[in-house]
T-cell receptor
Framework: GAGVSQSPSNKVTEKGKDVELRCDPI?????LYWYRQSLGQGLEFLIY????????KSGLPSDRFSAERTGGSVSTLTIQRTQQEDSAVYLC???????????FGPGTRLTVL | RKEVEQDPGPFNVPEGATVAFNCTYS??????FFWYRQDCRKEPKLLMS???SGNEDGRFTAQLNRASQYISLLIRDSKLSDSATYLC????????????FGTGTQLKVEL
């Protein structure tokens, strides 16, 4: 079946511009997570959606970052006024309510010039 | 201290060798532990969960030592296709299933 999909696969933007990254989770998965992986760094948690509960935003690095999940499915991560340190691979994952295994999408590689 | 620490490697081993990776975690109340595998420029994929009793999946064996707060992964009869970065992952207490990743151990299996 279809896995987690993300778009775009690559995004190059100029410093100060806003970007939107999209994630389509696996159908039926109620939990959705955003992580990012910077060069030479481990993956770090950003935000977590579970069903209709309020999202856990504890990993967002600044108020320039926000995310929403519409209709309990697709999620969009928005970064406003991008900075060069925002350059990273942004990974989305989803999991079903029955198991805690998270399935990752291929990621969006963001480069801020 | 990092929440999850791993030796970054690289570990260069010949095909057929046995190789072991260790990982330590800082929060003694952590409940769930995993090994993920990440190939170059690809997304992480779950290799195996780690249980207190230890678990084995083919050539792979994972063990958890709660007293010492470390997790191990043993790969026997290594194959060229095992070359990847192995990520130690912990779910700390506090709600949700937020994964906390180590920086990964790079394995290169050579002819």
């Amino acid at each position: 079946g279809a896995g987690v999909s993300q778009s775009p696969s690559n995004k190059v933007t100029e410093k100060g511009k806003d970007v939107e990254l999209r994630c389509d989770p696996i159908s039926g998965h109620t939990a959705l997570y955003w992580y990012r992986q910077s060069l030479g760094q481990g993956l770090e948690f950003l935000i977590y959606f579970q069903g209709n509960s309020a999202p856990d935003k504890s990993g967002l690095p600044s108020d320039r970052f926000s995310a929403e999940r519409t209709g309990g499915s697709v999620s969009t991560l928005t970064i406003q006024r991008t900075q060069q340190e925002d350059s990273a691979v942004y990974l989305c994952a989803s999991s079903s309510p029955l198991r805690n295994e998270q399935f990752f999408g291929p990621g969006t590689r963001l480069t801020v010039l | 201290r990092k929440e999850v620490e791993q030796d970054p490697g690289p570990f260069n081993v010949p095909e057929g060798a046995t190789v072991a990776f260790n990982c330590t975690y800082s929060n003694s109340a952590s409940q769930s532990f995993f090994w993920y595998r990440q190939d170059c420029r690809k997304e992480p994929k779950l290799l195996m969960s780690v249980y207190s009793s230890g678990n084995e999946d083919g050539r792979f064996t994972a063990q958890l030592n709660r007293a010492s707060q470390y997790i191990s992964l043993l790969i026997r009869d290594s194959k060229l296709s095992d070359s990847a970065t192995y990520l130690c992952v912990v779910i700390p207490p506090g709600g949700g299933n937020k994964l906390t990743f180590g920086t990964g151990t790079q394995l290169k299996v050579e002819l």
